[in-house]
C-alpha cells in the first residue's frame, strides 16, 4: 500500500493518502479545502487517481476538501451514515469495509468527540480522528460530544485494538506524527494509565477551552460536504483562501 500523511497547518489537521499500486486508485482521510491543489497534486504525482475522500466526522475547525474534490476530479464522497448528510456517495457504517483495491478500511464507531464519528482501521494503523489523539483526545462539548461516549469508545473500539497498531490522529499540535494504542494506553494523560471513566468526565469538564472561532462556519459548510461560505471574516479569510483564489470546477 502507498501511504502518505500530509499536513494542513491552519488547522493542523493530518489527511492521510492512501493508495492501491494494482488498480491505480487512492482514498483521502480528512482532506482540507485550503490544502486541496496539494494534496490532488500528491496523488497524481503518485501516478494514482482519486477514488474516494472519507471523513472522520463532521469538523468544527476546517472546511472538508470532499466535494470540491469530487468536482475536480469526480472522487466519490463518504462519510458517515450516521450524520444523514444528504451529499454523500456512499455512507460508512460499521461492519461495512470501504475497499478500493487492496485497500481496505474498517469503520469504527467512536462517538464521544461528535456522535456521528468514526474511526478507521486499516491493516496496522488506526486512523483515530478526534477520538484519539497523541496523548489527548478531541472535545467533548459541541456537536452532541459527550465524554462518557468517548471514554468508552475508546476504551472499548480503540484500546482492545492490538497493541502493535499505530495510531494515526486527525490532528497533532505539537508537531508528533504518530503513535500505537500500547504507547496511548500507557500515556494518554487522559485515557490511560488506568484513567478511570470517572477521572476522565472531570478532566473533560474542567478543560476551560475557548469558543472555537470557525465552527460556526465550518459546522454547516460540512454539513454541505464541504461548502466555503460566501463572506467570511477577514481573519477567517485564510481557511478558505485557497478556494477564492483558485476556483475548482
Ligand atoms: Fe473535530
Not at 91 to 107: D, K, W, Y
Amino acid at each position: 500500500m502507498i501511504f502518505k500523511q500530509l499536513h494542513e497547518p491552519l488547522s493542523n489537521t493530518y489527511t492521510y493518502l492512501l493508495g492501491d499500486q494494482d488498480s491505480g486508485l487512492a482514498i483521502l482521510i480528512d482532506p482540507v479545502i485550503a490544502s486541496m491543489d496539494r494534496d490532488l497534486a500528491e496523488v497524481h504525482k503518485l501516478g494514482l487517481r482519486l477514488a474516494y475522500t472519507v471523513d472522520t466526522h463532521i469538523h468544527a475547525d476546517h472546511i472538508t476538501a470532499a466535494l470540491e474534490m469530487k468536482r475536480a476530479v469526480g472522487s466519490k464522497i463518504a462519510a458517515p451514515a450516521h450524520d444523514q448528510l444528504p451529499c454523500t456517495d456512499v455512507g460508512i457504517e460499521e461492519g461495512i469495509p470501504l475497499r478500493v483495491g487492496s485497500v481496505v478500511l474498517h469503520p469504527l464507531h467512536t462517538p464521544g468527540h461528535t456522535d456521528g464519528h468514526f474511526a478507521y482501521l486499516s491493516g496496522d494503523r488506526v486512523f483515530t480522528g478526534d477520538a484519539l489523539l497523541i496523548e489527548g483526545c478531541g472535545r467533548t462539548d459541541f456537536q452532541n460530544g459527550d465524554a462518557d461516549a468517548l471514554y468508552r469508545s475508546v476504551h472499548s473500539k480503540l484500546f482492545t485494538l492490538p497493541d502493535e497498531t499505530l495510531v494515526y490522529p486527525a490532528h497533532d499540535y505539537k508537531e508528533r506524527f504518530v503513535s500505537s494504542i500500547a504507547q496511548e494506553k500507557r500515556r494518554n494523560p487522559r485515557l490511560g494509565n488506568g484513567k478511570t471513566l470517572e477521572e476522565f468526565e472531570s478532566i473533560m469538564g474542567n478543560l476551560n477551552l475557548p469558543y472555537p472561532k470557525f465552527i460556526d462556519y465550518a459546522v454547516p459548510g460540512n454539513r454541505q460536504c464541504g461548502v466555503c461560505p460566501s463572506h467570511l471574516p477577514e481573519d477567517l479569510a485564510q481557511y478558505c483562501k485557497q478556494m477564492t483564489e483558485s476556483p475548482q470546477g
